[in-house]
């Protein structure tokens, strides 16, 4: 491809890319274990088109708008976060994440089934913020 076909089709993406990462207040990272595993990115590929659609927009509307709080994003305490998000079919799902360095790290993802946030879910988020996992 001739440099003048690549800057008509690639070189505004690149440029609308770099400005979004530049005016994101709380840009996403997803947190990575130490094999290398991404669960949350994991759980979002799992999930119909729709619905990670959903996830996504969520998660971004966390990063241009932070600090931000219900009904989109509530505190769990202990410097956990959860961004609530309400799926197709009446579903709700979940994504928790802590804030290092002026950054959103995405620890867990689930289909929330309960009125109250698992432990479960919880303590996977925690052992994830610490390293353990």
Known sequence: MRWEELSRTHVPFM???VMDQE????????YRSKSGKEPVREWLKSLPPADRRIVGE???DVEFAWPIGMPLVRPLGSGLWEVR???????IARVLF???AER???LHGFEKKTQKTPKQALE???R???GKD
């Open 15 to 17: 440029v609308r890319w």
């Open 23 to 30: 005016m994101k207040r709380l840009p996403a990272f997803f």
């Open 58 to 60: 969520d998660i971004k």
């Open 85 to 91: 998000s309400h799926l197709t079919g009446g579903r």
């Open 98 to 100: 802590c804030v290092e």
């Open 104 to 106: 959103m790290i995405l």
């Open 124 to 126: 996977v988020a925690r």
């Open 128 to 130: 994830r913020r610490k």
